[in-house]
């Protein structure tokens, strides 16, 4: 049997301008002529390349697109353009690149993590598109400040910090000092929250995760970057119902999220809530995931869900 040709991720990924921002989209066309139309909204620290080894996985069950958003990925920030990259504008955004690209055609939206929070915006802002959503996934995503794990004083540290770095000058700092590659490669991996994502990276594979770690870091907008973390330290998405059932994958190490918190809230918000319980070890694959390594994120029922909707 020949062995598959393994895809490069390159090959599918295309400009996108819109809005009078450039950035870019990766589109694969479905491999097994499903008709099914999957958006996938990745979050934080993202860019296209990351999340090729999931994008793949799930385009087993349909053509699979995933944009940038401003500010992530390489793609120009909101700043550009005179507007603030809150998780309403983003939402906007986000609603207009559905429009434009699916028409009047029925999606399946998978939101990651951050990108869930701007999914949800986004359909409780714009309710036509409710009606045009087949099936809506969150794979670990969240709804409200309470949902984080993060004691009172990091919270509050994080708070201040992603306030303050969210100005122009002090971004300008954060990024040619502290996002300096010399000083990353030195301090990153020993930082609280970078310290989960090495500690089963072996030295080996080191130099490859962090090389990718310098990568995320510069080809996402600093301002961008804290200024939405500001934003969701303070979220509180339950303001208004989505009549859409939720599926929504969790991990059970999450490093971030109680999910007990976050079942309460997304209740609130979706007319049903299903669980599905991911076999990955943390809240994320690696950065250098490749499909077969970032397959446990998606739980088999939800891949028997994706079957047959």
Not at 265 to 282: A, L, P, Q
Request: aromatic share 12%; charged share 25%.
């Amino acid at each position: 049997m020949a062995k598959r040709q393994e895809r490069n991720v390159a090959d599918f990924i295309v400009p996108l301008e819109m809005n009078g921002l450039q950035g870019r989209m990766l589109r694969l066309p479905s491999s097994k002529n499903k008709k099914k139309e999957i958006l996938f909204v990745y979050g934080h620290h993202s860019s296209l390349e990351r999340w090729w080894g999931v994008v793949q996985d799930l385009n087993k069950y349909g053509a699979v697109t995933m944009p940038d958003l401003p500010g992530f990925g390489g793609m120009e920030s909101l700043y550009k353009i005179g507007e603030k990259p809150n998780i309403d504008t983003l939402a906007d955004y986000l609603a207009a690149f559905i429009k434009l690209r699916y028409k009047r055609k029925r999606v399946t939206i998978v939101g990651l993590s951050f990108g869930f929070v701007v999914v949800t915006r986004m359909l409780q802002r714009y309710p036509d598109l409710v009606g045009r959503v087949d099936t809506l996934i969150s794979v670990v995503g969240f709804s409200h400040y309470q949902d984080f794990t993060f004691s009172r004083t990091r919270m509050m540290f994080y708070k201040l910090a992603a306030k303050t770095v969210s100005f122009r000058l002090p971004a300008i700092f954060f990024r040619n000092v502290l996002l300096h590659p010399l000083v990353l490669r030195i301090a990153y991996a020993r930082t609280h929250n970078a310290k989960d994502k090495f500690k089963d990276v072996d030295d080996a594979d080191f130099k490859k995760v962090m090389d990718f770690e310098v990568q995320l870091w510069h080809a996402n907008d600093v301002r961008t970057h804290m200024f939405t973390t500001s934003e969701f330290l303070k979220l509180d998405n339950c303001q208004k119902r989505i009549d859409l059932p939720l599926h929504h994958v969790t991990v059970q190490a999450d490093r971030y999220f109680d999910n007990h918190t976050v079942e309460q809230h997304m209740r609130v918000i979706f007319g049903d809530f299903t669980e599905y319980r991911s076999r990955m070890d943390g809240h994320a694959p690696s950065v250098v995931a490749d499909m077969k390594s970032a397959a446990p994120l998606i739980p088999a029922k939800l891949r028997t869900l994706l079957n047959k909707s």
